[in-house]
């Protein structure tokens, strides 16, 4: 029986069809590509929370768009040979879709992988280092002693540099003196003339935030915290020059060091 306009049409219809399912694939790709992107900019402004790697989510996604250029090009050859056999009178219509089957069992192997691989990652967990937040500017490294432990190291490497500790204020300690409940908290309070009073003619604001500071601190569960004002934000805080951040850089490696 010769093939007559409508065979045509159909077939034609069943090519654009794979078309879009191969576009489809190739978009979808590309979300799952920038899945881990996305729930870092959900993490945005939570500092505690770690942004995980999400590696896994980039070949996930790469796959699925070269499972779309492969359905697009197999759609014209098969389209080609399709359009040929109606010419010749014939039908290849007559067995299921090879393609439509690979390409149902792939999807499905690639969802059950990435429900098992979110399923394995769980909730993100708290990282080392915690990013300054966008408002105040403080980091806080995650410390490997307790609170005393830490202050005590601080205290030494202050000494060890000739850094004067101006004040060292025990917040969990007064808490606990006026009869209240304060997990251990305590704050360094230390600098150097030499070093401050060039930032404090440069910008007077500064005196503020100096001497500078570092906290020392335990969360709710158990974890002890070294946190200080990240020199960069004091510096856009204060309009300082950029050649005098050096003189409040210190305390970034006083903290890391005293987190050890």
């Keep these: 029986m010769p093939s007559g306009p409508s065979d045509y049409l159909a077939a034609e219809r ?3 069809a794979w078309i879009r399912t191969g576009l489809a694939l190739m978009g979808f790709g590309f979300v799952v590509a920038r899945f881990g992107l996305f729930l870092r900019a959900l993490q945005i402004g939570q500092p505690a929370l770690q942004a995980p790697a999400y590696g896994l989510s980039f070949w996930f996604g790469t ?3 070269v499972l779309g250029v492969i359905v697009n090009g197999w759609s014209v050859r098969h389209h080609i040979h399709l359009v040929q056999d109606l010419n010749r009178g014939g039908s290849m219509v007559n067995r299921p879709s090879s393609l439509a089957i690979v390409v149902a069992l792939t999807l499905a192997v690639v969802g059950l992988a990435m429900a098992i691989y979110l399923i394995l990652v769980g909730e993100p967990k708290q990282e080392k280092a915690m990013s300054p937040s966008v408002d105040n500017g403080v980091v806080s490294i995650a410390a490997s002693r307790s609170v005393d432990q830490t202050v005590e190291a601080l205290e030494k490497l202050l000494q060890a540099k000739g850094v004067k500790l101006f004040a060292l204020v025990d917040h969990g300690g007064e808490a606990e003196k006026a009869g209240l409940q304060m997990r251990p908290t ?3 309070i230390f600098g150097s003339p ?3 009073t060039p930032l404090m003619t440069a910008s007077p604001s500064i005196a503020i935030d100096l001497p500078l500071k570092v906290l020392v601190w335990e969360d709710g569960n158990g974890k002890v915290w070294v946190s200080y004002n990240s020199p960069t934000y004091l510096q856009a805080r ?6 005098l951040v050096q003189n409040i850089a210190v305390v970034e490696a006083l903290a890391a060091k005293a987190a050890e």
Excluded: M
């Design 238 to 243: 204060h309009n300082l020059p950029a050649q």
């Design 194 to 196: 030499k070093a401050g």
């Design 186 to 188: 305590k704050l360094a």
């Design 14 to 16: 069943t090519f654009l």
């Design 63 to 65: 796959a699925l768009i």
